[in-house]
């Protein structure tokens, strides 16, 4: 099987791409996840590679009160993936 460059399997998804990012100003809960999603999550020092990111078509954050300043992957993907769930639960 050939290998794919960075972000080559995402090129032409018909869903949204979504990273988590600390810049990100558009928070988790305001996006619309009822549709097809890939999801992009970077370790908490580096991030994803600017080459991956730019394939997002949203950066999302995560809204954390207090001094928390982020989470570790495992944790941002459970947050993430626990509020595609519940918007997609019917009425």
Known sequence: MPRRGK????RGY??????TRLDATRS???????GPVAW?????????SPEVGALATDAI???????AESLNVAMAATVCLFEQVRQRQPG
């Open 7 to 10: 972000g080559g399997l995402l």
């Open 14 to 19: 018909p869903g949204r791409i979504v990273a």
């Open 28 to 34: 988790l809960f305001a996006l619309d996840l009822r």
């Open 40 to 48: 992009l999550f970077g370790n908490e020092g580096a991030g994803i």
């Open 61 to 67: 954050r995560i809204p954390m009160p207090g001094a």
